[in-house]
Each structure stands twice: as structure tokens, then as C-alpha cells.
């Protein structure tokens, strides 16, 4: 990451920190950091500071974190290009994202070597400043079951491989931090403990685990699942599946699409009620379509048609969505009346926490980075910084 | 019912009463009414009165209320005689529970009209002081959607029809307090309304009623839901069926059979994070075999083999239980965590309310009947009282 020099001073609005919530606050920003929060009638010095001023009914958060992301803007990380990256990174600040992980998909393996090989080094020394940071990739698939492929291409399915992992982890360099597997194949045991020695989130979806094996991938070494509730075994009363493991073990940390299509608002509302703030994450899954008009596009080399906000591989089949994190933010509070605290944990704390991030990211407090989000009454975004530098106004 | 002259005083032991928890206390019991309930300290005069001792550690609770119960020790409500509900009536007693609502079947309506006759009957003039007490009827079906008919026989399903439900419950003389439906049948909302006038609680299950349908139904009067899960619209992401209404809907009360069997004890305890110790109802939904030993028994004039516990129409279809209501109070306990006080709500308190009895029954408080259940330190029956006889010790 390149430093700044930029000095800023966001001031008025409420801050939402991460101990407080400060009317008439400010915070200081100086070379990215955020180095000292506080109330404006204890504002220090000024001079040399860029100051912006917050209207007093504008809401001051932490940078969004979205850990499930395929591409948007016509970009998706499996182009396997610097440029692709760039119009993500460059996007998502307009919908409150300040960092993410490229999230790969179900292709053949030399796809799958390439955008690993590109985002690798993306990361290592081609990320622009005052973009969206990405903090890592997240590998969704090939070693998913195919009843529940979804949109991931059935043809390109493996079994868990280790060796394979091993393989691609060094041609990421190790940035790969979370997987999308199916635990219950075979060699999902042999993956599940690899992961977990070197401190990799290992995630369950696309899965036929019943409740019983996805407890003992809980046991195993899962922390987390994949898009609660798409393409995995559902709440059954006589089996709760990977559902009921999500609900009940309080050892995982859930991703759940809130655009209200992939999940209908009162499950999202009853998941709230089950799995609480203390471990849910907004994640938009959503593909190259975002922030583009309606039309058909290209998902892992299968024609998608997006429209009214719906992308589907078919009549029955949703392929990703077209969610941005700022509606995400939005659709959380409705549908569960959760408070705006709730929703920052959903989308900044809980992810970044997951991804051993939170000493550097995930709310405001000093000495963290200063990836900021200003939301007008509306609860649109009006001002996205990125590393302290203005990445987005409206 | 018939006047008790008996006096009786039962002390020690750990009185769960209405509003407060009692040790070494007393409960004092007059012509079947408890009169006076304190702590043996203060107990004042004691001559004419039985003593019945208590051991410190065991449990004293009010009567279990079962609303959802066709048969027990061989005898069934739809065998439409004295006998059968004697039976009933006085086997019920050694599982802790001492009112219940006997309840119909779907079978052809002269057998309906016969069970309802004689039910009603029963309760005006022939039941037995000592015994658990029939407080009314649940008329289960024949009003249901053949798809999630379960044990119902198909063929005699009939759609919701008023006229022929006001022939039914004069028969009953106005006996018939709980009525199991399908709402979306034809003639379902007319017969919610005509229900919710008189008075009588509606509930869902054997329904296809979609989420929408079945927050439509609670709308126009529905406050029960029988059996959760079983043979209703369960929980999916994009249609939470009539499971999801019962979890996010406040205004039922939720029937749910505890037995292990009928719904897993995971799922029973993601119920009850749901609904809550305010909304469940434990209920047997027991068949004539309850009491009994393995072997095949009838049921609405359909086999049923009951082995280890379950009972079942076919290799899928299970139909009704063998549980027994002490059973179900151990389970929940067990399945959830809950405190003894949720248990008691759960078997005591809710059903009461439901039925609008809980000026006289339900809990432990002046003035109320005298159902009182004794509960060893292994929480298993050790004397039950009902309208202040005893009417079953170990």
C-alpha cells in the first residue's frame, strides 16, 4: 500500500466509533490512519488540515468489508486482468465498500491459475491508492458438491486436493483467505485440516452436508458458511442441515445475500433473530452486471440475464446477484429493525474479524486505517474514503 | 363436576406456584380447590385435614393440559364411548396430566358425529371425579389438505363447511374448543371467521398454506398452530411456509411434540429460541398404544405399528405418538436447557390461557382447581392430584 501524505479532517455528522457514537465529533486522518477521534470541542490544531465538514444528519461509518465479491462494473476477478481489479477496486467505493476479497469460481484449474496468479500480484504492488483495498481472495469452488452447484459450472467440480490447494496458495502467495468447499466430498476432511493449520477460513456451501456432517466440519475446522441458505441442505425438522448448524453452533460466522431475493426478508429477519449481530455478514456474491444497466452477461462462461435487480442462469436459478453493500447496509435495517450498530458489525467489524483483520480494519478507531464511509439522511452513500484518501462523492 | 369433600394438605418439597417458588411450603386443599398456598412455617390449623409429606427434593407442579391427544392405553376418542374416555380419563393421570382435550380424527362424519355426541356427553354428566378432567374437544381435520393429510385418511377429507361444522358443534353442546384446519382449502376463511366469533381457537396444520396464506389465516383469526413441522409448509428461503409464520408471528400460540422423534431435538430447540417459553405448547398427539406394548394397533381404522417409541402408518408416515406429556416436560428440559418454570408454562400455563381457562386452571393459585402433579427427584410422576383427589401415586 502506497502511504499518503493527505491530511484530512472529517468533522460534525455522528461517528459512529467503535466504542461511541459522537455528535459533533471529528476525526483526524493523517497518511491513512486515523490518529486521533473525538468531540469538535476538544478539537487540537487544524492547521495544515484538509478539513470536511459532515452535515449534522449525515452518518459517519467504518469502510465496508466484503468478503464474497465476484466483480461488478462489467469486471470480474476471473478476467484474470489488472484491469479487471482496477474497475472493481475503482467501483465499489460508490456503494461503501473500502476493501474486499476477489472471490475466484468454479472453472478449469488453469482459469482458476491465472486469476489467482493476477490478483497475487494485484496485491503485492499494483493496488492504487484511494481505492478499494483488496485483502485477499476468496476461493469459491472447484471443490463444491454438484447438486448444489448453483451457478458454479458443474463440469469444473473436483474433489478437495490438498496438493491442488497447496499449489494454488503459493501461485496466490498466500492470499488466499477463505474457501468455499463442500466438506462431506471425498478428501473434504484432508482440506478441512489443512486449512485450519495455516489459520485459512474454511467456509461450507454449495454442499450436501447433512446437519451431522456439517457439525463435524464445525468440529473439523469450519468457521463459516457461504451464502446462508443458497445451495446447501435447508432446515428440515427432522434434519436441519447446514441451516440448523448455522443457527445452533455458535462457532461459525454466517455470509447471508440481504438483496431480499436470494433470501426472503422474513428469513433474513428470522436468521437475524437466530444468528444476531455477534456473527452475521453481509456479503453482496455479486457478478460483473453491478452497477450496469440490465442485460446479459458473462458468469464463469455461462450467459447470465440480469434484470430488476435479479441475475439468473436460468428460470430457477439465480447466478450471483447484482447487490451493492450500500443496499445490503439498507435492506439489514428493514427487514430485521436492526440499528445502524448492528449493521456496522454486519459489514465491517464481523468481517474483519473473521479475516484476523480487525487490529488494521473494520471500525474507527485510532491507529486503524482510515477507510470511511459518510452516509447522507437517506443512508446513501455521500463520501467513501479509502486509506484516507477521498475514493467516492456523490 | 362433582363436589370433594376431601381436605388435604400437601407440604415440603419444592412448590412451583403461580407467582413465586416455594421451599418447604404447603398447599392446602379444600372440595377440590386449593385455598391457601404458604410456607409451612406459617401454616395455621391443620385438624380435619389429610397431611401428605413431600420429600425435600421433589417437585411440586400444576397439572399438565393436554390440548392435542386421541388416545392412550387402548382406548380412542373416536371409539365413541364411556368406556374408551374412562379409560383415558384415568390412565392420564400417571403421565402428569389431569385435563386434556380429547380429540377427533378424520374419519366419515357419522363416526365424527358419534365421537362428539359422546364426548359431549361425558363431559355434562358421566366423567369421574378423581380422573384427568376432558375440558373440551379438539376437532383435528376433517377440514385439511389431502397433501399433508399424514395419518388423516385421505378419503374422508371434506372442504371447510360452516353449516356442517355448527351441526358438529351443537352436537358437541358447544364442546368443541380447538379446531385443526387447512385455511387455504375452499371455505376456509369463512370458517376462521365463523370460529373466531364463537370463540373458538383455529389452528393450521395438515395445510399446504403458503407463508403469505398462513399470515393471511392469522389475519382472519388462526392463534394455534398443531404440531409444528409435522404436515405443514416448513421453513424455505424463499417460502418460510406456515414454520416460518409460527416463529416470526406473535399472535400464536405453537403446539410441538416433543418426543424426539417427530421433530429433532436440534430443530425442537431452534423452536424454542424462536417462539419462546410464552408461545410453545407441549402436546402428546398420543394414539390408543400409549400405555401399552409394541404390536399393531388401529387407528381412524388404519394399522399403525408402534416399536420403540414411534408410531408408524408406513415406512415415512408416522402416525401420532406414544409420548407421554411427563416424558415430553423431561424432554424440553433436556432439548433446550429451559428451566423447570419454562416447562411448566410450556404444559400448564400456555394451553390454559389458550383455552380461556386459566381463571380456574394452569397453575398453582388460590381459588384454582386442585390438578397438582408430584415430580420425584428423577422428575418422574410420583403422585398426581386432580380437583384435589388423588388420582395416581407410584
Not at 454438484?146 to 496458495?169: C, M, R, S, T, Y
Not at 440499528?339 to 487490529?359: C, D, G, V
Amino acid at each position: 500500500m502506497n502511504s499518503f501524505s493527505a491530511k484530512v479532517i472529517l468533522q460534525q455528522g455522528t461517528i459512529y466509533a467503535e466504542n461511541q457514537v459522537i455528535q459533533n465529533g471529528y476525526i483526524k486522518i493523517d497518511d491513512g490512519k486515523i490518529i486521533e477521534v473525538g468531540s469538535l470541542n476538544q478539537l487540537p490544531n487544524t492547521s495544515e488540515y484538509q478539513i470536511i465538514n459532515v452535515p449534522d444528519n449525515y452518518s459517519i461509518i467504518p469502510g465496508m468489508i466484503d468478503v464474497h465479491i465476484h466483480g461488478a462494473n462489467g469486471s470480474d476477478t476471473m478476467d484474470a486482468t489488472k484491469e479487471a481489479l482496477d474497475v472493481m477496486a475503482s467501483t465499489l467505493p460508490r456503494e461503501g465498500t473500502t476493501s474486499f476479497l476477489a472471490t475466484t469460481m468454479t472453472e478449469d484449474t488453469d482459469a482458476i491459475d491465472k486469476a489467482l496468479q493476477n490478483a497475487s500480484d494485484y496485491i503485492n504492488s499494483l493496488q492504487t491508492s484511494g481505492q478499494a483495498e483488496i485483502i485477499g481472495i476468496h476461493l469459491e469452488g472447484p471443490f463444491i458438491h454438484k447438486e448444489k452447484a448453483g451457478a458454479q459450472p458443474i463440469k469444473h467440480i473436483l474433489q478437495p486436493n490438498v496438493d491442488l490447494f497447496k499449489k494454488w496458495q503459493a501461485l496466490a502467495d498466500n492470499h488466499i483467505k477463505l474457501v468455499t468447499l463442500a466438506p462431506e466430498q471425498p478428501g473434504g476432511s484432508e482440506l478441512l485440516h489443512y486449512l485450519k493449520n495455516q489459520g485459512i477460513v474454511a467456509s461450507m456451501a454449495h454442499s450436501e452436508a447433512t446437519y451431522d456432517q456439517a457439525i463435524e466440519a464445525i468440529e473439523n475446522g469450519v468457521s463459516h458458511i457461504t451464502h446462508l441458505f443458497n445451495q446447501m441442505t435447508g432446515l428440515h425438522h427432522r434434519d436441519p442441515g447446514i441451516v440448523g448448524a448455522a443457527f445452533l453452533n455458535k462457532d461459525v460466522m454466517v455470509e447471508i445475500i440481504a438483496d431480499g431475493i436470494h433470501v426472503r426478508p422474513e428469513m433474513v429477519k428470522l436468521s437475524f433473530n437466530q444468528i444476531t449481530d455477534e456473527r452475521m455478514i453481509l456479503i453482496t456474491d455479486s457478478m460483473r452486471a453491478k452497477w450496469l444497466e440490465n442485460g446479459v452477461y458473462d458468469l464463469g462462461g455461462q450467459m447470465v440475464t440480469v434484470k430488476d435487480g435479479k441475475a439468473l442462469l436460468d428460470e430457477d436459478t439465480l447466478a450471483g446477484s447484482v447487490l451493492k453493500m450500500k443496499d445490503a447496509f439498507k435492506n439489514i435495517q428493514e427487514f430485521t429493525n436492526c440499528t445502524i450498530k448492528s449493521a456496522i458489525k454486519m459489514t465491517s467489524e464481523n468481517p474483519a474479524k473473521q479475516l484476523n483483520l480487525f487490529n488494521r480494519k473494520g471500525s474507527i478507531a485510532l491507529g486503524k486505517d482510515a477507510d470511511i464511509v459518510v452516509l447522507d439522511e437517506q443512508m446513501d452513500v455521500f463520501m467513501t474514503l479509502c486509506n484516507g484518501k477521498i475514493a467516492f462523492t456523490k
